[in-house]
């Protein structure tokens, strides 16, 4: 059983940085993949960033490559997401996910067994 807390979320303007943290509880968590997944209203739930359970293989969304960075700490079970310039289109509430499948499947919210309750980014023209 993984328990997930997201935290970092908040208003920002357009072009401004936020850096979101993903705590998890439960010892395999180094044995899980991680993902950040985000959802807009009226929207489906969207694949931002991946990040395999080594640590060494990363994956991103189109929308967020090059401007978002993904990385964790299986020291401190933490997961973050570094969000630089960031746009209006990126309002959403991020969530966090942990699962086992293999990583090729990584974009699909299937692809994850546990998920965090999420936190609110807005990001202001």
């Known amino acids: 059983q993984v328990q997930l807390v997201e935290s970092g979320g908040g208003l920002v303007q357009a072009g401004g940085s936020l850096r979101l943290s993903c705590a998890a509880s439960?010892?395999?968590?180094?044995?899980?993949?991680m993902g950040w997944f985000r959802q807009a209203p009226g929207k489906e739930r969207e694949f931002v960033a991946a990040i395999r359970w080594t640590g060494g293989i990363v994956y991103y969304g189109d929308s967020v490559r090059g401007r978002f960075t993904i990385s964790r700490d299986n020291a401190k079970n933490m997961v973050y997401l570094q969000m630089n310039s960031l746009e209006p289109e990126d309002t959403a509430v991020y969530y966090c996910?942990?699962?086992?499948?293999?990583?090729?499947?990584?974009?699909?919210?299937?692809?994850?067994?546990?998920w965090g309750q999420g936190t609110q980014v807005t990001v202001s023209s």
């Open positions: 996910a942990s699962g086992s499948k293999g990583f090729e499947f990584a974009a699909r919210t299937s692809s994850y067994d546990y």
């Open positions: 439960g010892r395999t968590f180094s044995t899980y993949n």
